[in-house]
C-alpha cells in the first residue's frame, strides 16, 4: 500500500518539476534548491526526487595573510591574503583590505590552496570499518545496472569522511563500483557532517553516471552469462545505448504534448541513460588501456553523448593528444599499475604527461588512504614529470587536485580555484604542501572552519566512532 | 612463468650491458649519513670490489677510483623494503603470474620458501632499485603459518648471488581467521599451540618418526621441519596482527611458547608500546593507517610508527596502508613512508634507520647491509636532497658496489611516448 502511494507521489511531482523547467531557474548559491534541468530533462519524471539539504555551516569573515596562495587560476601570490565572507572568496591578492570583524589568521610560512577535490571516492559505499554488511559499493548482480544511484548506499556516519577533510579534500564524487559496464549514477558530496546523504549532497551539481571498461566486467560476469570477452563489453554498452536512445524518444514525444497519450513507462536505468544523452549526466568512466579509451570515443560519438573523463587512465599518455582534443578529462593515479594486465603500463610522468599535451590531467585516490593525501600524489606525479624532463610547476601541478577536477564534475564556475565570488572552499596548510611534512592545518567549506589539526574540538567524529575509536580525525586522543 | 625462463636470460645478458663494472668508487663531498654513527659533512664514501672500505670525513681517494662528486647531495645506505612481494609477482591477479602463495595443508604451509620462484630480472626490480631501494624483503600470503621470508639484494644476479639470508622469519598470520582457515582467534592460537606441540614431540623422537615407531602427526614432515628453528627460538615469527589485545595474546604466546617472535602491521601496537618495547619484540608498520578498517584496527593512527619508536621498540617502516602496492609495483615508496613517519612525529635519524639498519639488525644481515662503513656490502645511494622528499631523485644506485643504469620499464614506456605519434621501432 504504502509504497504505491510513495510511486504515485512521485508520478505527481513529476508533472510539476517538468512544468518548473521551462521556467529557466538560475542556480543559486551553494544551499539547497532543485536541480535547476537542463532543456532535454523536460522528459525526466523527477529530475531530483533526493533533494540536497545541505546548507553552509555558521562562518565568521576570516583573513588569512601573509601566505603563499597557490590559487589554481595563475601564478603563486607570495604573502598574500584571502578574505572569505558570506561563504564566498570576497577578496584575493598581495594587498587587500581586512574588514573591522575579520577573524585574521597569520599564514606566514604556511601555504593556501583551494579545498581539493576527489572525483573517484567510494566513502560511504565502501565504508569503514570495510565489514561485508558495510559492502555497498557494486550491485554486481547484472552487467548494466545504470538504475541505481550512489547515494542510496552512502553512510554519512561512515570514519573514513572526516579522515578525507583532515587531508585537505572538501568535494567528493562518490562512484558505484566498476564490477559492471553501467554501474549506476554517482553523486558529488561536500565532506561535511550530516544527519543524511542528503546533507552533504553539492546543491545543483550534475550526477555523473559510472561506466567501466576492461577486465573487470568481464572477470565478473564472465561465468554468469557475459559478457565474457572485451568485444562483449562493446556489445552491452552499445546495445543499451540504442535501449536508451528509443526510450529518449518515447518521452521526448510524450511530453512535447502530454494532452495526446498516456506517459510511457518509466524506468530507472533508461531513464539515467537517456540523460547522458540529454548531455545532463556526465559519464565518468573506468577505463585503463589507450586503445580501449579509444573505442570508447567512438561508441560516444555513434550515440551521441560526451565522455566527461576515463578514470584510472594509466594509458592516457598515449592517446594524450587526442583526449586533449576531444576535452576528455583524464583522472588518473601518480604512480599506481602492474596489479593488473590493463594496468600493466602506469608510468607516474602520466600526470604530468597528459597536463602538457593539453589534456584535463586530474588526480584521483579511489583508496581512502590515498585521498588523504592527494598534494603528496600531485607532488610525486611532479617529480616524475620533471624528471621526464618536462618543465612543471607547482602551479600547473595544484590544478590536478583542484580546478582540473572541478571542471569534470561541472563545477568550474563555484569550486576548484582562488577566485572572487567562488565558494571560500581552502585549506591551510602547514607548509609546501609538495612536501611530505606538510599537513593540512585547517580546513574551510564555504567560509566555514571544518577541520583545525590544533583544536581536536574542531575535528569531526562520526557516530560509528564514540565508543569505537577513540581518536579523532586528527589523530589527537 | 616458467616457460619464459629462458628468454629472460637471454634478456639478462643483454641487459649486463647496462651494469658498470664493478670497481673502485669514491663517492666525495656529500653530506654522509651512515646510520650506524653520526651525519659527516663532507664525506667520502670509497667501495672497492663491492665492498665498503672506507667512510669519513678525511678519507683518501684511492688511485684510479671513478670519483662521483656528491657535493650538495646526501648519501645514505641503499634502502631496505621489508615487505614485498618483488620477484615473485608479475601481474597481481588475472594473469596467472603471482608465486607469493602456496597451497599448504590444513592451512599450514611451514616449508613454502617462495624465493625459490624469485625472479632476478623480473622488470620491477630496475623501477625499485631506481627509487633507491637496493635490499627487499619477500615473503609468502596467505595461511596460518604461510612459509619463509628471505632478504635479498636488487641486482641481476641468479639466485645464490641475490640472496643475503634465507630464511629470516616464518610468516604466521594471527588475525585473518579466513587466511588462517579458523572460525575465531581463539581456535586460531589453539591451532599454533597444536603446532608447536606436535614439533616438539617430532623434535624430541625424530628417529622414532623417521622409522615410523611413532604415531603419524597431522601434518607434512616437511612443514615440521620447517617448524623445528622457529619451535627452537632461532627463526623469527613474524606475526600479522593489529588490535592490541591480539597483540597481548601474541606476546604471551611468544613468551609462554618461547619462540622469537616479530610484529607485523600492530596498528594499535601504540597502545601497548610499553609491553611491546619490554619484550624486545620489533615491529613493522607502515605510517599512513589512520583508518578503522576492521574492528581489530579500530585505533590506528598515523603516528603509531612514532609513538613505538619514542616506547622504545624497533620499527621497521613498511608500506602496509593498502593503496599504492608499495609490495611490488611501488617498493620505492617506502620513502615516503619514512618521510610520512617524520611527518607524524618520528625522529628523522630513526625514520632513516627504520628503512635501513633496523631492518638489517632484525633479519640478521647488519653485518651486511644497512649502514655505511668499512665491511658492509656497497649498496650506497646518492640522493639529490632529502630522500624522504618526493622532489628527491636517487641520482646513483649502486648494489654490491655496481651501478647499474638498466632504465625500468616505465622509463621506457615515458621515452616511447614523449612525442605523439610514437615510434614502435626505437626502444
Known amino acids: 500500500m504504502r509504497k504505491s502511494f510513495v510511486l504515485a507521489l512521485a508520478f505527481a511531482c513529476a508533472g510539476t518539476l517538468a512544468a518548473q523547467a521551462g521556467g529557466g531557474q538560475k542556480p543559486a548559491g551553494d544551499t539547497a534548491h532543485k536541480v535547476p534541468p537542463g532543456p532535454g530533462s523536460l522528459s525526466v519524471p523527477n529530475a531530483d526526487p533526493f533533494t540536497s539539504t545541505y546548507k553552509p555551516f555558521p562562518s565568521k569573515t576570516t583573513v588569512i595573510k601573509n601566505a603563499t596562495i597557490l590559487t589554481a587560476a595563475g601564478p603563486r601570490i607570495e604573502g598574500g591574503s584571502v578574505l572569505l565572507k558570506d561563504g564566498k572568496i570576497a577578496a584575493v591578492g598581495k594587498d587587500i583590505a581586512i574588514p573591522a570583524d575579520a577573524v585574521v589568521i597569520d599564514g606566514t610560512g604556511k601555504f593556501v590552496t583551494p579545498g581539493l577535490i576527489d572525483v573517484h571516492s567510494h566513502e560511504g559505499v565502501y565504508s569503514a570499518p570495510g565489514v561485508e554488511a558495510n559492502s555497498d559499493g557494486n550491485e554486481a548482480v547484472r552487467p548494466n545496472t545504470a538504475y541505481v544511484w550512489a547515494e542510496h548506499s552512502v553512510w554519512p556516519q561512515d570514519p573514513q569522511f572526516p579522515r578525507n577533510l583532515a587531508g585537505g579534500v572538501t568535494t567528493v564524487q562518490i562512484l558505484p563500483g566498476s564490477a559492471n559496464l553501467f554501474g549506476g549514477r554517482s553523486v558529488v558530496l561536500k565532506v561535511v557532517p550530516a544527519r543524511s546523504v542528503q546533507g552533504m549532497k553539492f546543491p545543483g551539481a550534475k550526477y555523473g553516471l559510472k561506466m567501466a571498461c576492461g577486465e573487470n566486467p568481464k572477470r565478473v560476469y564472465g561465468n554468469r552469462g557475459g559478457p565474457q570477452t572485451r568485444m562483449g563489453n562493446l556489445a552491452g554498452y552499445r546495445q543499451a545505448w540504442i535501449d536508451a536512445e528509443a526510450y529518449r524518444r518515447a518521452w521526448d514525444k510524450y511530453l512535447a504534448d502530454p494532452s495526446k497519450e498516456n506517459p510511457p513507462k518509466r524506468d530507472l536505468g533508461l531513464e539515467t541513460l537517456a540523460e547522458v544523452l540529454r548531455g545532463n549526466i556526465l559519464v565518468h568512466m573506468h577505463c585503463y588501456r589507450a586503445d580501449e579509451m579509444m573505442q570508447m570515443l567512438d561508441v560516444a560519438r555513434e550515440f551521441g553523448y560526451h565522455i566527461s573523463a576515463f578514470h584510472h587512465s594509466v594509458e592516457a599518455y598515449k592517446i594524450a593528444d587526442i583526449l586533449a582534443k576531444d576535452s576528455v578529462g583524464v583522472v588518473e593515479w601518480s604512480d599506481w599499475g602492474g596489479f593488473k594486465m590493463e594496468a600493466l603500463d602506469g608510468i607516474e610522468a602520466n600526470l604530468a604527461m597528459t597536463d602538457h599535451a593539453g589534456a584535463r590531467a586530474i588526480v584521483h585516490s579511489d583508496d581512502p588512504s590515498v585521498t588523504q593525501r592527494l598534494n603528496q600524489e600531485i607532488s610525486k606525479a611532479m617529480a616524475a614529470g620533471r624528471r621526464a624532463g618536462l618543465d612543471v610547476t607547482e602551479e600547473e601541478a595544484i590544478r590536478w587536485a583542484t580546478i582540473n577536477p572541478a571542471w569534470s564534475l561541472g563545477l568550474a564556475d563555484r569550486i576548484g580555484s582562488i577566485e572572487q565570488g567562488k565558494n571560500a572552499d581552502v585549506v591551510l596548510w602547514s607548509g609546501d604542501p609538495f612536501s611530505v611534512y606538510t599537513h593540512a592545518d585547517k580546513v574551510w567549506i564555504d567560509g566555514a572552519v571544518l577541520y583545525d589539526r590544533m583544536d581536536p574540538k574542531q575535528q569531526w567524529r562520526t557516530d560509528f566512532e564514540l565508543g569505537f575509536v577513540n581518536l579523532t580525525a586528527g589523530g589527537s586522543n | ?427
Open chain 2, 1 to 427: 612463468m616458467r616457460a619464459t625462463r629462458n628468454g629472460l636470460l637471454a634478456l639478462a645478458c643483454a641487459m649486463a650491458a647496462f651494469a658498470l663494472p664493478a670497481q673502485t668508487v669514491a663517492i666525495t663531498g656529500g653530506t654522509v649519513y651512515p646510520v650506524s654513527g653520526p651525519m659527516i659533512k663532507n664525506g667520502t664514501v670509497v667501495i672497492v670490489n663491492g665492498k665498503i672500505t672506507a667512510v669519513g670525513a678525511n678519507v683518501a681517494v684511492p688511485a684510479g677510483a671513478k670519483k662521483i662528486d656528491a657535493t650538495g647531495k646526501w648519501v645514505t645506505p641503499g634502502f631496505v623494503n621489508s615487505s614485498t612481494v618483488l620477484g615473485l609477482v608479475d601481474v597481481g591477479f588475472g594473469a596467472d603470474a603471482n608465486e607469493s602463495s602456496s597451497r599448504g595443508q590444513d592451512d599450514i604451509s611451514a616449508s613454502f620458501q617462495p624465493w625459490l620462484a624469485f625472479n632476478p630480472l623480473n622488470p620491477l626490480i630496475p623501477a625499485a632499485r631506481e627509487g633507491g631501494v637496493t635490499t627487499v624483503a619477500i615473503w609468502p600470503n596467505g595461511n596460518l603459518v604461510g612459509g619463509q621470508g628471505a632478504m635479498l639484494d636488487l641486482f641481476p644476479g641468479s639466485l645464490p648471488e641475490v640472496l643475503l639470508k634465507a630464511p629470516i622469519g616464518m610468516a604466521a598470520e594471527f588475525e585473518s581467521l579466513r587466511s588462517a582457515g579458523v572460525g575465531s582467534r581463539g581456535e586460531l592460537l589453539g591451532k599454533i599451540e597444536e603446532l608447536f606441540a606436535a614439533t616438539k614431540q617430532y623434535m624430541a623422537n625424530k628417529e622414532a618418526y623417521n622409522a615410523a615407531r611413532m604415531r603419524t602427526l597431522p601434518y607434512r614432515k616437511a612443514d615440521l621441519d620447517a617448524m623445528v628453528p622457529v619451535v627452537s627460538g632461532v627463526l623469527p615469527m613474524v606475526v600479522s596482527v593489529n588490535s592490541a589485545a591480539d597483540i597481548q595474546e601474541a606476546l604471551r604466546l611468544s613468551k609462554q611458547l618461547g619462540f622469537k617472535m616479530v610484529l607485523y602491521g600492530a596498528s594499535e601496537g601504540w597502545m601497548v608500546a610499553k609491553e611491546i618495547a619490554a619484550a624486545k619484540v620489533p615491529v613493522l608498520t607502515g605510517a599512513m593507517n589512520n583508518i578503522p578498517r576492521d574492528f581489530v584496527e579500530l585505533n590506528s593512527r598515523q603516528d603509531n610508527a612514532s609513538l613505538l619508536r619514542k616506547a622504545g621498540v624497533t620499527v621497521v617502516i613498511v608500506g602496509n596502508a593498502g593503496g599504492g602496492d608499495e609490495e611490488n609495483f611501488n617498493v620505492k615508496n617506502v620513502r615516503f613512508e619514512a618521510g610520512n613517519a617524520v611527518g607524524y612525529g618520528m625522529t628523522w635519524d630513526d625514520a632513516l634507520r627504520a628503512v635501513t639498519l633496523a631492518p638489517a639488525e632484525v633479519f640478521g644481515v647488519a653485518g651486511k647491509i644497512g649502514a655505511l662503513k668499512a665491511g658492509m656490502e656497497g649498496n650506497v645511494v646518492v640522493w639529490s636532497g632529502d630522500p624522504f622528499e618526493f622532489a628527491t631523485q636517487a641520482e646513483h644506485v649502486f648494489v654490491r658496489g655496481v651501478e647499474y643504469m638498466q632504465p625500468s620499464r616505465k622509463d621506457l614506456l615515458t621515452e616511447r611516448y614523449k612525442s605523439l605519434p610514437p615510434s614502435y621501432y626505437k626502444p
